[in-house]
């Protein structure tokens, strides 16, 4: 009997087990809190990319229309039609280029949630690791 007191006992399967489910909660947790700060940070560059772009759109298009009213009255009695013309093939040309910046911008702009699938990778690089 005194031979089983000296030796220490192993914790045991329940306890491997519970340390080993807290460990995967706590992974989880981080991964989650990663999740929310990403989904809140592109909320937020969403917003503020939203009233950028109306604000800027708002006062372009009243630059835009003043200065067309402008000119078609400056103009009024020798080239009226040619000076709409070119304005609208103008607006029409820029507008063209705006989409392909539009387009650009979206093609390359960063994947959603990258940090998230960056750290999963790491954990099941580790994972393989451990094997």
């Known amino acids: 009997m005194p031979s089983e007191a000296a030796t220490p006992r192993s914790p045991g399967l329940l306890h491997s087990i ?3 489910g807290r460990t995967v909660l706590s992974v989880v ?29 708002f006062c372009l298009q009243m630059a835009v229309l ?15 039609l040619i000076t709409l013309g ?17 387009r650009h911008w ?3 702009r960063p994947k959603i949630f990258a940090s998230t699938i960056g750290e999963l990778l790491k954990d099941e690089d580790r994972l393989r690791t451990d094997e």
Do not use: P
């Open 18 to 20: 519970a340390r080993l």
């Open 29 to 57: 947790r981080t991964r989650l809190e990663i999740l929310a700060t990403e989904i809140e940070e592109e909320r937020i560059h969403f917003s503020q990319l939203a009233l950028a772009v109306i604000g800027i759109a």
């Open 66 to 80: 003043l200065f067309v009213a402008f000119m078609v009255v400056l103009l009024w009695d020798s080239h009226r």
């Open 86 to 102: 070119v304005f609208a093939a103008l607006f029409f040309l820029v507008g063209l280029g705006g989409l392909g910046v539009l």
């Open 106 to 108: 979206l093609r390359t």
